[in-house]
């Protein structure tokens, strides 16, 4: 689904992050991706996004070469890009009404685009209907990413990009909103990247799981992690092991 | 701000008045008991069309204001080219005081609405394309890439993110100038018309030397700046309601 072909990318005056760097994703699939501060994993989201391009090398999604943020695939920051003057459900509504404002151009829209849709199902399916007409200031940190998650669902997309989604909720929101994910992808045969630099988030919801180090990054090095997910996977020894060996790996990448 | 300590303010106010006037007890300085029945009777009798000119042409300085310097300043905020090549200019001509323009605005202009409108214009416009620009260009660049990463467009970011981020900014510009507008009203009613609450203080309290007649005409001048400001709060109150929730 998601092929990155000697991907090169460096901002403006800065040494390159990723140098002739190539993954390759399949449909359905979920992926952590874990690594320090500063090696790239937020940039290689936006990369993902079509936010940014690389300075050489392709990234096609569906076969199509990514120039610009592709209408089909859904980006959820660490700190909800959340409008603040509109309400739970206008929130929610917004990429509709994004969708609406453009017509079905195939750029900005899917040209298979209908619209109108209702996003109550969504209020409804992450537990949020209850305060719709109240404003994200209003409203707990889970429920504001709960919000989040509703708008880019409304959007049916077949991606899904999360940025350290959880990592300013309590241990208890975050483990719900982490099955929840986790569930909604299945669901929605979603294809989900998810950035994090927790260790454990990465090694609970990555069946694969990128491990960035020090920039430049040449080489994808990935851990299979196959019954990510599971009941119960978070109290089993594999889990524990592999948790171990990627705190090794990321702590002798860093020696 | 509570209704009733806003009451509580304007009786107090009124109070001092009332002292002022007994301790002074000159002509220049009637009760407000006196100036408030001149007020009525002058009402019917000229000082509600001077109030009408001032208010449209101190209406129609603002609305003109913020009809070119929201979109100017949403330009300039929205746009790092545009911000590099319009900031220095702004930021050159934003301290000058432009009230000394009156008399090259009138050369120019004439004596008519037009330059009166105008020179409210110049000092509005400066005030409210700073607050909007700075509002636009303040933004959480994840709040724009959240908006990219949901399709959204040039077009569409100024229809959902910038326009009603600046919206607050123009109604604090607005709420912020209107004291000076009122004060540039005043100003440029001094001369070279026969209507607005200006020429009438000035012509009552200069020529007529009728006191009370004069602070009726600053009561209707202050009820014009004070009407103006409450629009301003009202408006806020039904178009930024986030900013009020707790």
């Known amino acids: 689904m998601i092929d990155l072909t000697s991907v090169t990318f460096a901002y403006p005056h800065t040494s390159p992050l990723f140098e002739n760097f190539s993954l390759s994703i399949c449909r359905g699939e979920t992926w952590s991706v874990l690594g ?4 790239g994993k937020t940039t290689l989201l936006y990369l993902l996004a079509g936010l940014r391009q690389p300075t050489s090398g392709r990234i096609s999604i569906e076969g199509e070469i990514l120039t610009r943020p592709r209408p089909r695939s859904g980006l959820i920051l660490q700190d909800y890009g959340l409008l603040p003057w509109s309400t739970v459900r206008e929130n929610v509504e917004l990429g509709l009404r994004v969708r609406d404002f453009y017509g079905e151009d195939g750029r900005h829209t899917p040209v298979d685009f209908q619209p109108g849709n209702d996003v109550s199902y969504w209020l409804k399916r992450l537990g949020i209907d209850e305060v719709e007409d109240k404003f994200p200031s209003q409203i707990s940190g889970g429920q504001r990413q709960r919000t989040a998650i509703a708008r880019t669902l409304a959007l049916e997309p077949d991606l899904l990009l999360m940025d350290e989604p959880f990592s300013s909720l309590d241990a208890i929101t975050r483990g719900d909103l982490q099955n929840l994910t986790l569930s909604l992808c299945t669901e929605q045969k979603l294809t989900l990247v998810i950035v994090t630099h927790a260790i454990e988030e990465a090694a609970g919801l990555g069946k694969k ?10 080489r994808a090095r990935i851990f299979e992690n196959p019954n990510a997910g599971q009941s119960g996977y978070r109290s089993s020894q594999a889990y524990h092991e592999l948790c171990d060996l990627l705190w090794k790996e990321m702590h002798y990448e860093a020696a | 701000m509570k209704r009733r300590d806003a009451l509580i ?54 609305a003109l204001s913020v009809l070119i310097a929201a979109p100017v300043g949403l330009a300039i905020g929205g746009s790092k080219k545009l911000d590099r090549l319009f900031s220095p200019l702004i930021y050159l001509l934003y301290p000058i005081p432009k009230v000394v323009f009156v008399p090259v605005v009138i050369l120019f202009l004439g004596i008519g609405d037009t330059a009166k409108i105008a020179i409210m214009f110049l000092i509005l416009f400066f005030q409210i394309t700073v607050l909007v620009r700075d509002q636009a260009a303040g933004l959480a660049p994840q709040l724009i890439q959240s908006l990219q990463s949901l399709g959204a467009g040039r077009r569409a970011l100024f229809r959902f993110v910038y326009i009603p981020a600046s919206l607050p900014a123009i109604l604090t510009a607005l709420r912020q100038s209107i004291g000076t507008a009122v004060a540039v009203l005043y100003i440029t009613e001094l001369s070279a018309t026969k209507y607005g609450l200006g020429y009438y203080i000035y012509y009552n309290g200069s020529t007529l030397l009728d006191y009370p007649a004069m602070y009726a005409g600053v ?13 301003v709060d009202w408006l806020e109150r039904k178009w930024c309601k986030w900013k009020f929730v707790t």
């Open chain 2, 9 to 62: 303010a304007a009786l107090g106010l009124l109070l001092v008045w009332q002292i002022l006037a007994m301790v002074v007890n000159l002509p220049i300085l009637p009760d407000p008991f006196k100036v408030f029945n001149v007020f009525v009777r002058e009402l019917q009798n000229g000082l509600s069309k001077h109030f009408v000119f001032s208010l449209w042409r101190v209406f129609a300085g603002m």
């Open chain 2, 219 to 231: 009561v209707a001048m202050s009820m014009l700046g004070l009407g103006m400001y409450f629009s």
């Open chain 1, 36 to 39: 320090p501060s500063g090696c």
């Open chain 1, 209 to 218: 799981i990128l491990l960035l180090g020090d920039a430049p990054n040449q």
